[in-house]
């Protein structure tokens, strides 16, 4: 399941086709740099910088995504920074549409990230792989992503320019980049909030000042009840992002997942080593019977939830696969600067050679030169497949609401499919083989697929500024290649650190204890604490259903069981696929994502109530303009948030690899100056809760000035209770 966050489609700002002039229209017009005109684009600064930005960027959110399961999307920030890089340095003449070339580049390793992180942590998962592999991950990353990248081009004309679809994200990027082309506080809110998120994530996961997240257990009606949250800016940020509507979907899957179906297991069947009344900090038995059998419920409702969801978007896929084989037109020489693509014979040149190299690839991985073909001559159909199908729903619902994480289902079942036919019927492949197989298939198409929605993204807004198709083209390729290049190094940083997945975890610890040769029970060292790996739901998600096709290891009850509640949420028409998701994660995760919904709500209520004066009916143009600029300086600020804490965590996991080099150099930061001592539970809320307050006065900045924050809170909290109150009742006779 890949979440991907980015900025809320009603961020798109309408602008009166009367009012406008030329090169201020989102969609309609002419673009912002005529193409008559020849600046500035692709230049020796915009390379270095958007190197060095797609490189942070890979690696921040591939730490997120593994952490959470979810990643933000790079464009918006990365256009920010390199306009603060280029402007801060004091470069002469800097243009929009070299800002753009450095966020298509950072864009490129970001959305690699969210294809490899997903699926090449699953080979951990399932014990194919111990550590990292550099190679393996860096082929994977660079064919999956060129792959993705070379359709993306072959499909711009078509969908970007004769279809015109929307592309929200898009279209806010560009917005973005326009706003910093005239100057704006948006540049110093975004600095502001990456030095604070760097400085939360710095004392709370290197110093260890503060606890990383609270939690406690009681007991009541013969069973446990369970409460607690993660204590994080990041995670609070995500909410903000996706909006109340998302995160009060995932906060519920968390609540019966981890608060009701938890409890209801062990009602019926106990909990493992049964204690007191009250555990406030050993929580272990209870997260057990998560791991061992409620995850797998959530396992059976993003399957059935995946497989839905593209069922449902049926039509959209099937109109978009039609228009793809049609001609879009080709290059010629009377073609303007802004309509000139990389050539299309060089593309599909460039796309055979990769399908050669994927066959050489996978003959290399599993040795059998049948299946490597099959895998092949499968990939290529099968990726244009899903590069066009995300490409075209990115530009009609945007990247955010892309259903990535069915495709990579569907994906993932169909190589299934397809590996018990050729390797195991026709060939005899040993079961580790064909899990092998199976997870290479299925990581490239997956990232393949997810780097495609995100190019067209930025093609949009290159479009939108005027920006030189060819050379932006270029740009992605360049930052598809850093991210490759990146990623491989990144991953196994943290895993040496961390550990990704509590799956990997226990079975490294399990090495560490059979090659020490230390009589049963005896204290190891250099054990890892499986409690602070990183979690990596879809990585866990993706090797339970290739460990239950192959190994029969899968919770099948509660699968099912899962699956019957996909079905119940499908009829009653709700987001299926974010509610499998929060049952999946665990509920300490879902609380500050829904703290950040909740204050998005707030905010974005208190901007149009200070305008129209009410929450009913329907809202006025200057309210609408109210409530974008809160929604974009809380975005801005959130992106901050995210990166500063993410880097952080990437940074540390760097100091923790080295300490494991040189254990006597005190390379560990808490314990620098003697050990900082971490706060208790309640202090510990205290220090999260003034972020939080930072976090609401920067982003309430942007309100309208009449008004008062406090009494505005109380009416929307007012307002919400009797629409839940009304939403609750019987119908009256």
Same mark, same amino acid.
């Given at each position: 399941?890949i979440i991907?966050v980015g900025?809320?489609q009603?961020?798109?700002r ?6 406008a002039?030329p ?9 912002w740099v ?6 500035k ?7 270095i910088i ?10 921040a959110n591939a730490?997120l995504?593994?952490? /959470?399961g ?5 464009s918006?920030?990365?256009a920010?920074?390199?306009?603060? @890089?280029?402007? &801060?340095f004091?470069?002469?003449d800097?243009?929009?549409l ?7 580049m950072?864009s !490129?390793?970001?959305?690699?990230a969210?294809?490899v992180i #997903? ?8 014990g194919i792989?111990?550590?990292i592999q550099w ?7 660079i ?5 993705g990248t070379?359709?993306? @081009? ?8 004769e279809?015109?679809l929307?592309?929200?994200?898009g279209? !806010? ?6 706003a910093g082309?005239k100057g704006?506080s948006g540049l110093?809110a975004i600095v502001? +909030?990456?030095i604070i ?19 406690g257990?009681?007991?009541a009606f013969g069973?446990?009840?369970y409460?607690?949250g ?6 609070l940020s995500?909410g ?14 968390g609540v019966?997942?981890f ?5 209801i297991?062990g009602l019926m069947?106990?909990f ?8 406030a900090i ?5 997260s057990?019977v998560w791991?061992d ?6 396992v059976?409702a993003?399957?059935? &939830?995946g497989?839905y969801?593209l069922?449902s978007?049926?039509k959209?896929i099937?109109?978009?696969l039609s228009?793809s084989f ?22 599909l040149i460039?796309?055979?050679? =990769? ?12 040795g059998?030169?049948?299946m490597?073909? !099959?895998?092949?001559?499968?990939l290529?159909v099968?990726s244009?497949?899903?590069a066009a199908?995300?490409?075209y729903?990115?530009?009609v619902v945007?990247s ?10 569907a994906?993932l079942?169909?190589?299934i499919?397809l590996?018990w036919?050729?390797?195991g ?9 064909m ?7 299925a990581?490239i198409? !997956?990232?393949?697929?997810? @780097?495609?929605g995100?190019?067209?993204?930025d093609?949009?807004t290159g479009?939108? /500024?005027?920006a ?5 083209q270029?740009?992605?390729?360049i930052?598809?290649?850093v991210g490759a290049?990146v990623?491989?190094p990144v991953?196994?940083i ?7 997945s509590k ?5 490294t ?7 020490s040769? =230390?009589?049963a029970?005896a204290p190891?060292d250099?054990?890892y604490?499986?409690?602070d790996a ?6 866990e998600l993706i090797g339970a259903?290739v460990?239950g096709a192959?190994?029969?290891n ?5 699968? #099912?069981?899962g699956a019957?509640?996909a079905v ?10 974010s509610? +499998?998701i929060?049952?999946?994660?665990p509920l300490?995760?879902s609380?500050?994502?829904m ?5 998005s709500?707030?905010?974005?209520s208190s901007a ?6 009410t929450?009913? &009916? ?7 303009e109210a409530v ?5 300086k809380?975005?801005l600020? *959130?992106a901050?948030?995210?990166? &500063?804490?993410s880097l952080?965590?990437v940074l540390?996991?760097?100091f923790?690899? +080295?300490?494991k080099?040189?254990?006597?150099? *005190?390379?560990?930061p ?9 706060l208790?539970?309640g202090?510990?809320?205290?220090? #999260? +809760?003034w972020?939080v307050?930072?976090f609401?006065?920067?982003?309430a900045r ?9 009494s505005?809170?109380?009416? /929307?909290?007012?307002?919400a209770?009797?629409k839940?109150k009304t939403a ?6």
């Amino acid at each position: 399941m890949i979440i991907r966050v980015g900025v809320p489609q009603y961020s798109i700002r309408l602008i009166d086709k009367e009012c406008a002039t030329p090169g201020t229209m989102a969609g309609v017009g002419e673009p912002w740099v005529p193409a008559e005109a020849n600046i500035k684009e692709l230049t020796a600064r915009v390379i270095i910088i958007g190197i060095l930005l797609g490189g942070l960027m890979t690696a921040a959110n591939a730490y997120l995504g593994l952490y /959470v399961g979810m990643t933000v999307s790079a464009s918006i920030p990365a256009a920010v920074m390199s306009m603060l @890089i280029l402007r &801060g340095f004091k470069f002469k003449d800097v243009t929009i549409l070299e800002n753009n070339s450095v966020q298509t580049m950072a864009s !490129a390793g970001e959305s690699l990230a969210a294809g490899v992180i #997903f699926t090449v942590p699953a080979l951990l998962v399932i014990g194919i792989w111990t550590d990292i592999q550099w190679l393996e991950t860096f082929l994977i990353a660079i064919l999956g992503g060129i792959l993705g990248t070379m359709f993306t @081009i072959a499909l711009r004309r078509l969908f970007i320019v004769e279809e015109a679809l929307p592309y929200p994200e898009g279209v !806010a990027c560009r917005e973005v980049l326009v706003a910093g082309e005239k100057g704006g506080s948006g540049l110093i809110a975004i600095v502001y +909030a990456l030095i604070i998120g760097a400085t939360f994530g710095w004392m709370v996961k290197a110093f260890k000042a503060t606890h990383a997240h609270v939690e406690g257990l009681g007991t009541a009606f013969g069973t446990r009840l369970y409460a607690g949250g993660e204590l994080s800016l990041a995670l609070l940020s995500v909410g903000y992002i996706v909006g109340i509507r998302i995160a009060s979907f995932i906060f519920l899957g968390g609540v019966i997942g981890f608060g009701l179906l938890v409890p209801i297991y062990g009602l019926m069947n106990g909990f493992p080593n049964e204690s007191g009344f009250l555990v406030a900090i050993n929580v272990k038995d209870y997260s057990q019977v998560w791991s061992d059998q409620i995850r797998y419920v959530g396992v059976g409702a993003m399957v059935v &939830g995946g497989v839905y969801t593209l069922w449902s978007m049926r039509k959209t896929i099937i109109e978009g696969l039609s228009k793809s084989f049609k001609k879009g037109g080709s290059n010629d020489t009377h073609q303007a600067r802004t309509e000139i693509d990389i050539p299309l014979d060089k593309v599909l040149i460039v796309c055979g050679v =990769l399908v050669v190299l994927i066959f050489l690839f996978y003959w290399y991985a599993t040795g059998s030169l049948v299946m490597a073909l !099959a895998g092949a001559l499968f990939l290529a159909v099968v990726s244009f497949f899903f590069a066009a199908v995300a490409g075209y729903i990115a530009g009609v619902v945007g990247s955010s609401n892309s259903p990535v994480s069915g495709m990579t289902i569907a994906t993932l079942l169909f190589t299934i499919g397809l590996v018990w036919v050729v390797g195991g019927l026709i060939l005899n492949m040993s079961q580790t083989d064909m899990m092998i197989a199976t997870m290479f298939i299925a990581a490239i198409v !997956a990232t393949s697929a997810a @780097i495609a929605g995100d190019v067209m993204q930025d093609l949009k807004t290159g479009h939108m /500024v005027g920006a030189t198709p060819w050379r932006q083209q270029t740009a992605e390729i360049i930052g598809v290649i850093v991210g490759a290049m990146v990623i491989g190094p990144v991953l196994s940083i943290l895993h040496d650190a961390f550990q990704i997945s509590k799956s990997a975890c226990e079975d490294t610890n399990t090495r560490i204890i059979e090659s020490s040769d =230390l009589p049963a029970g005896a204290p190891v060292d250099g054990l890892y604490n499986c409690g602070d790996a990183l979690f990596a739901p879809q990585a866990e998600l993706i090797g339970a259903i290739v460990e239950g096709a192959f190994g029969g290891n899968l919770n099948l009850p509660m699968v #099912f069981l899962g699956a019957i509640i996909a079905v119940i949420l499908i009829r009653l028409a709700m987001p299926v696929m974010s509610v +499998a998701i929060g049952i999946y994660l665990p509920l300490t995760l879902s609380v500050p994502i829904m703290a950040g919904g909740i204050i998005s709500h707030i905010l974005l209520s208190s901007a149009r109530l200070r305008i129209d004066g009410t929450l009913e &009916g329907e809202m006025s143009k200057p309210a609408k303009e109210a409530v974008k600029e809160v929604q974009d300086k809380g975005v801005l600020i *959130g992106a901050g948030f995210i990166a &500063g804490e993410s880097l952080m965590g990437v940074l540390l996991a760097i100091f923790i690899v +080295a300490d494991k080099k040189w254990p006597d150099n *005190g390379i560990i930061p808490s314990d620098w100056f003697g050990g900082i001592g971490t706060l208790n539970y309640g202090l510990s809320l205290l220090f #999260f +809760a003034w972020f939080v307050m930072v976090f609401i006065m920067l982003s309430a900045r942007s309100l309208p000035k009449k008004g008062n924050l406090f009494s505005d809170t109380m009416y /929307v909290l007012s307002d919400a209770a009797k629409k839940l109150k009304t939403a609750l009742s019987p119908p009256k006779p």
